[in-house]
């Protein structure tokens, strides 16, 4: 169990049976009366939110959370398929990895969280590396302010970078934001 006092963001705790994350947080010391605690919670089984605000003396459940680190190795139609490293498949669906499935690659490293031995959210590297496979062409001359053009990288997501970057580069993607991070030099 979990007292209030201990709430912050990007904990996950228990609430109506089900586990939450904590996405926002904040503190309220009124002149009288209790401490206050409101926290938007984020469902990690359907995604669904709410507010939710607790007193100093409450108590708030901790949910039986596992992790584990596995490694990717194929799709297979909408189910995206781990190993682990006694080469134990575990299918993840497409509606728990989110946009998060445009940055797998073969032999990525994850962490996958489990509920109840259902995986419910997979953590990848903060980075990857992808080839870009389709831009536009940057327009010489127009470069006075930080302008974006769009692109698509393998996998077929499609990110903005900065007009200097080209089909074939290898740029880094930040998977936390999903935003173009750096352009990696060529070899």
């Known amino acids: ?21 904590i996405t926002d947080f904040q503190f309220t010391k009124p002149g009288k009366g209790q401490a206050l605690y409101t926290c938007k919670l984020k469902n990690l089984l359907n995604g669904s939110t709410m507010t939710r605000t607790y007193r100093s003396n409450d108590k708030v459940g901790k949910p039986a959370l596992s992790q584990k680190t596995l490694v ?9 398929v781990f190993m682990d490293e006694n080469y134990e498949q575990v299918l993840v669906s497409a509606d728990v990895l989110g946009d998060d499935r445009y940055f797998l690659e073969e032999d990525l ?11 419910v959210e997979v953590t990848l590297p903060n980075f990857v590396e992808k080839i870009i496979t389709k831009t536009e062409p940057g327009a010489r001359g127009n470069t006075a302010t930080n302008v974006l053009k769009p692109a ?26 999903g935003k173009y991070s750096d352009r990696v030099s060529k070899k």
Do not use: C
């Open 109 to 119: 490293e994850v962490e996958i969280l489990y509920y109840n031995a259902m995986p």
């Open 1 to 21: 169990m979990f007292s209030a006092s201990d709430l912050r963001k990007g904990l996950k705790i228990e609430t109506e049976g089900a586990p939450y994350v």
């Open 72 to 80: 990717y190795s194929y799709v297979d139609g909408d189910q995206y």
């Open 152 to 177: 698509t990288v393998e996998g077929g997501y499609e990110v903005q970078v900065p007009i200097f970057v080209n089909e074939g580069d290898l740029i880094k993607i930040d998977t936390r934001t």
